[in-house]
């Protein structure tokens, strides 16, 4: 029987029953026994009739208990089942207790990946630009609290002055915070998502700033460059004009193991090529000649170029181009390589993009392709060093 509720009536109830309101539909008071009474909050679902506690009484008062059931009497009417709405409150608030916030879940994040990045600077990067602008605006709050207003709020001061900078954080905060999501500290999406979301908010970055390249040296200048920096005495010097011969990245040049070298090839690990993927480099003349010469100046060290025992800095290189050329970069000379091999020889574009450690092709064409056309890289990177000491 359908009856108004008062507080009253409540106290004059005692048989176990359930009393349901006639004031707000849905909703029933459960006498279980003398002294013990509920709220249940009662409902129909496509699966069938559903039921949840709204709270005991009196700490729940009939006013308290009529508001939370014409809540979920709101929630029925848009669709959302109020069982499963207060679970995911209840998993939120859990979270709130015991996640860590977001500038002690960045930290970890970019420990855990820190291996998988072939260059070590990446660590410091990411550090940084989270450090100088995300931080200060999100850094003690808890994952799930973080929206779309807090990203916005990080990215605009910054999104058309350096466009570069603004659009690698962005990158940076989607994976922090998928990865919060996957733990389980997140139940809403990604706010920092570009497709189908941010974007509609910011300016396309390739409208704002267009790509730069890297500095290069016109490849018709290498000979005489090469001449110049033999004349420069030291490891960064000597690692550098190895670097040029063989085409190869800063980072892989200066992690470099003298382990890694057997008779005239240089196997890279996979974790250290941006691709992931073990890379032979076959070494000519003067590679083997600068190899020798940097043992004997360093004999115990397990780096190819080293000083006392450890590897050169990541500047090392850039400040001894600088001496001869301050408008460049050392990732430059790869623009060089290839630019010369397709201007000036018959080599494939193939083999001079597997001479770079590219991705050749698409997925596909990779899965048939065995081989790393490693005596065809030979023959173009002897070419390429007769080329650049003028042979």
């Known amino acids: ?24 539909p849905n909703l029933q008071l459960w006498i279980k026994k003398p002294g013990q009474m509920y709220w249940i909050y009662r409902f129909k679902t496509p699966t069938g009739r559903k039921e949840t506690s709204l709270g005991a ?17 709101n929630q ?17 608030s859990q979270l709130r207790n015991k996640a860590p916030n977001f500038q002690e879940f960045a930290k970890a994040y970019i420990q ?3 291996p998988e990045w072939s260059n070590p600077k990446h660590a410091d990067q990411w550090l940084n630009t989270l450090s100088k602008h995300a931080f200060p605006v999100i850094g003690q709050m808890d994952l799930q609290d973080i929206e779309t207003k807090h990203i916005l709020k990080i990215l605009n001061p910054i999104w058309e002055t350096t466009t570069n900078t603004a659009a690698r954080l962005r990158g940076r905060l989607e994976r922090i915070l998928a990865s919060a999501y996957v733990h389980g500290y997140r139940t809403e999406m990604n706010p ?16 704002i700033s267009p790509v730069k390249h890297h500095n290069a040296l016109p490849y018709n200048e290498l000979p005489s460059f090469i001449k110049e ?27 470099a193991k003298r382990n890694e ?18 890379h032979r480099v076959p070494l000519c003349n003067r590679s083997l000649e600068i190899l ?13 170029f080293s000083n006392k025992g450890k590897h050169l800095s990541g500047m090392a290189m850039l400040m001894s181009l600088r001496r001869l050329r301050t408008n460049l970069t050392v990732h430059g000379f790869r623009s060089s390589f290839r630019d010369w091999v397709s201007e000036e020889t018959n080599h494939s574009p193939e083999v001079a993009e597997m001479a770079l450690a590219h991705v050749v092709g698409n997925k596909v064409e990779a899965a048939y392709r065995r081989g790393d056309l490693f005596e065809r890289r030979k023959i173009l990177m002897q070419d390429w060093e007769n080329y650049c000491l003028e042979k």
């Open 1 to 24: 029987m359908t009856r108004i509720i008062n507080e009253e009536s409540i106290k004059q109830y005692s048989k176990p029953s359930r009393y349901p309101d006639a004031v707000v």
């Open 57 to 73: 009484y009196p700490k729940v008062s009939l006013n308290k208990a009529r508001e939370l059931a014409i809540v979920a009497n």
């Open 76 to 92: 029925i009417d848009e669709g959302i089942n109020p069982i499963s709405k207060r679970k995911a409150i209840k998993q939120a």
């Open 112 to 114: 855990k990946r820190k």
């Open 192 to 207: 920092a998502l570009w497709k189908g979301h941010l974007i509609e908010a910011l300016t396309s970055p390739n409208k």
């Open 229 to 255: 920096l033999r004349e420069c005495y030291g490891s960064s010097a000597l690692a550098l004009e190895f670097t040029i011969l063989n085409a190869n990245r800063t980072s892989e040049v200066l992690l």
């Open 261 to 278: 070298i057997e008779g005239v090839v240089w196997t890279i690990p996979g974790e250290r090529m941006k691709c992931r993927k073990e």
């Open 292 to 304: 020798e010469i940097v043992k004997s100046w360093d004999p115990n060290s397990e780096y190819l």
